[in-house]
């Protein structure tokens, strides 16, 4: 297994500079926020708009120079928004980002299957196969798979609501059985399980082929908080908080044997969202190399 991050943690920082920074630290992997940017912003994010071939070529060769490669683009906005001309938008976006793959030779691209707040879990699902299939036999054609990262987005549309279908095994099922794409699966993150009270250990077996990446990132649950907001008031920073590995719940050393043992051996890619670690660049830094070390002792 090798250790990485995804890029969007250092958010006022040129792509090229986190290269360096990543190969200088010992990271052997990036996953690529995929984000539209905001014009002449500094933006930690791959440019995929006006990506091509020759790009493609320059920034693997800037990666090989520091021994790092590339795991994953990443994307997550809600492609079922209710709104149009957003799905639409965002849906394009990610053929946007499937091509880069390509150019890049990177196998995996993370998005979110997300939700429509008006409609039922079943007209979202139907909405899903109308966004997903065209998407999945066009990356298909090209040699990439699409992973759904399993984040449930509470409150991103709607007040208490899960923003994200793909947040429980029970809607993986459902995904795959419309979706049955050799080339669907999924961006396994066991954080999001640990406070929904997933057996995030247990599941691997099950979804084997599915898992296509993984996020490395923790969960911290305040037992007291919970006890006072009751399971179904679980935004935000309610009861729980997202950590750094070894700060929270997982026994990481565990985890990566589970997924050893069923043939994963790729990238544990860190997504930073420790608040502890996030005001300042010299704090992400920080927090990144704390993460890397943990890793590393449970891959050992």
């Known amino acids: ?27 052997a992997a990036l996953e690529l926020a995929a984000w539209p940017r ?38 997550c906005p809600n492609t079922l928004a209710r709104d149009p001309a957003e799905r639409d938008a965002n849906i394009k976006h990610l053929y946007r980002i499937i091509d880069a793959a390509n150019w890049l030779g990177v196998q995996n691209i993370s998005t979110f299957i997300g939700r429509d707040e008006t409609k039922t879990q079943k007209e979202n699902f139907d909405a899903m196969v109308q966004a997903f299939a065209p998407l999945l036999d066009y990356a298909g054609a090209r040699g990439v798979r699409v992973a759904i990262e399993n984040c449930p987005m509470p409150d991103w549309q709607f007040e208490g609501l899960p923003g994200n279908l793909a947040y429980a095994p029970l809607l993986w099922d459902e995904m795959f059985a419309r979706l049955p794409h050799a080339n669907f699966g999924l961006n396994l993150d066991p954080s999001h399980l640990v406070w929904l009270g997933v057996n995030y250990y247990d599941i691997v077996p099950q979804y084997a082929s599915r898992i296509f990446h993984t996020h490395a990132k923790d969960t911290e649950i305040f037992a007291d908080k919970r006890a006072y907001n009751s399971i179904l008031n679980a935004g935000w920073g309610s009861w729980w908080q997202y950590r750094l590995p070894g700060k929270g719940e997982i026994d990481w050393k565990r985890w990566a044997s589970v997924l050893r043992a069923n043939g994963y051996d ?10 502890e670690y996030e005001r300042t660049e010299e704090l992400v830094k920080e927090g990144l190399t704390l993460g890397k070390k943990n890793l590393a002792k449970a891959i050992a």
């Open 1 to 27: 297994m090798r250790i990485g991050f995804l890029t969007n943690c250092f958010h006022h920082r040129a792509l090229p500079d986190i290269i360096e920074w990543a190969g200088a630290n010992g990271f």
């Open 38 to 75: 905001a014009a002449d912003a500094v933006d930690p994010s791959l440019d995929v708009v006006t990506f091509n071939q020759q790009k493609a070529d320059a920034l693997n060769a800037l990666a090989q120079k520091h021994g790092v490669a590339f795991s994953c683009l990443t994307y």
């Open 266 to 275: 790729g990238v544990l890619s860190i997504e930073h969202e420790d608040p």
